[in-house]
């Protein structure tokens, strides 16, 4: 003989479903009375990572997508943006890069 479990025969499924409701008017109460967020307390904002200034010749290959043999030898050559040496690091300054990529900005006139 098969017993029936649905909730109003079954006084443990009764038990459980008044439970789940409590907790779950509690969890409701509890967001409620929750403080909001007030962005005016919080400290100035802080960039998460700052901007960098210099950059390696790998992050400049990675940014053009290029190879760092290519940076080599435009060195060699005289060609691409300005750099640094610096203690017989090769570095580029962020701002000598941005102008090379405006000066190589193609602009097609019709």
Sequence with gaps: ?????????????????????????????????????????????????????LLTEKMLADRWVCSVARLQRWRTTGEGPQYLKIVGKVLYRLKDIEAYEEACLIRKVF
């Design 1 to 53: 003989m098969a017993t029936n479990n649905t909730s109003s025969s079954n006084p443990r499924a009764k038990n459980m479903s008044d439970v789940l409701d409590a907790l779950s008017n509690g969890i409701a109460k509890t967001a409620a009375n929750e403080p909001k967020f007030e962005p005016q307390h919080l400290a100035p904002e802080v960039l998460a990572e700052p901007a960098r200034e």
